[in-house]
């Protein structure tokens, strides 16, 4: 008889346990680059939801309504910061009533925190429509800050859970091993795209063109999120031709037709990148965007 209360007793202690770690962490991620490293990072003890699909221009994602009962029971909001997503999430998250991630709350996470911010303005202008007000936000981009914001999103974690700490903190090391070895890979491949000279539709390329070595003459937008004028074209065609610019690159939102013809002008070629995880189909995780991305690019370099 003691024993099968002893068993018993056992069996409800199994079962609660069973109970609390399906009470799982409610994680929204903006884009899919920071859904698929939470996952990586916290495994069974979150339940991830992402807003954008990989194929949009993350700066102006459609607000779906699903959005909002996701963001209403969401305990943590994994962003890219820098204003990334200022024009669509904040909106949206304040409209959720859930103040717990709204802009600037606890809830609210930027996986773009302690990097090396590139294109930071001296003088702030959004009054005239500009975009990254505070610094290039492609930072997930960038082979080099894999590692930084796979690191921000497990110690949003372990604040969050300090019981999963020592889980997050052994998947973190597993991950971060696994990109380190592929973005040394990355830079041994890349080499001969050092010092090449590159235009990039959009400003999203600050990054990569760093990690790379490759020299950004400018941009076929004549400021982030404005559209190209004749004029500008005009000016930028003739510095491209006179810097022997051998790129053009694009992001899957933009279209083809633009940075093919003006690459034609120039004696370049267009090549499309992706600008986050989910860009093409095959490019289902933040290594592969990157590997793919670096194939596109020297692709685009061959004779
Ligand atoms: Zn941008």
């Known amino acids: 008889m003691k024993l099968t209360l002893k068993f018993l007793l056992l069996l409800v202690v199994l079962m609660m346990a069973g109970q609390l ?11 899919p680059d920071l859904g698929v490293m939470a996952t990586r990072i916290g495994g069974d003890r ?14 102006g994602v459609p607000a779906r309504p699903s959005f909002i009962p996701k963001l209403h029971k969401a305990d943590l909001l994994l962003t ?22 709204m802009e600037d709350r606890e809830g609210w996470i930027e996986a773009c925190e302690g990097a090396e911010f590139l294109d930071v303005p001296g003088v702030i202008s959004r009054a005239e429509g500009e975009q990254h007000a505070e610094g290039n936000p492609h930072i997930n981009v960038g082979p080099q800050n894999g590692r930084l914001m796979a690191e921000n999103i497990a110690y949003a974690l372990m604040d969050f859970d300090p019981d999963g700490a020592d889980f997050y903190e052994e998947n973190l090391a597993i991950y971060t091993a696994e990109l380190d070895a592929v973005v040394a890979d990355l830079k041994d491949r890349g080499g001969l795209l050092a ?20 020299e950004v003459i400018g941009t076929l937008e004549p400021k982030p999120g404005i559209e190209p004028t004749a004029r500008h074209l005009a000016e930028l065609a003739r510095e491209a031709k006179a810097q022997g610019v051998k790129l ?9 037709k633009l940075p093919g013809k003006f690459a034609k ?17 095959d490019v289902k995780t933040w290594q592969q965007l990157q590997q793919y991305n670096l194939e596109k690019l020297l692709e685009g370099m061959a004779p």
Request: no cysteine; net charge neutral; hydrophobic share 50%.
């Open 265 to 281: 002008k120039v004696g370049a070629r267009s090549v499309m990148m992706g600008n986050m995880v989910g860009a093409v189909s």
């Open 248 to 256: 053009i690159i694009f992001n899957q939102a933009q279209p083809a």
């Open 21 to 31: 770690s399906a009470a799982e962490i409610k994680v929204v991620a903006s884009i």
């Open 46 to 59: 979150i339940d991830l939801k992402v807003l954008a699909s990989g194929r949009e221009d993350l700066h």
């Open 80 to 101: 890219l910061g820098l204003d990334a997503e200022h024009s669509w999430l904040p909106a949206l998250a304040a409209e959720a009533r859930n103040p717990r991630i």
């Open 195 to 214: 010092g090449q000279k590159v235009i990039s539709y959009h400003a999203d390329i600050s990054y990569l063109a760093q990690f790379y070595g490759m």
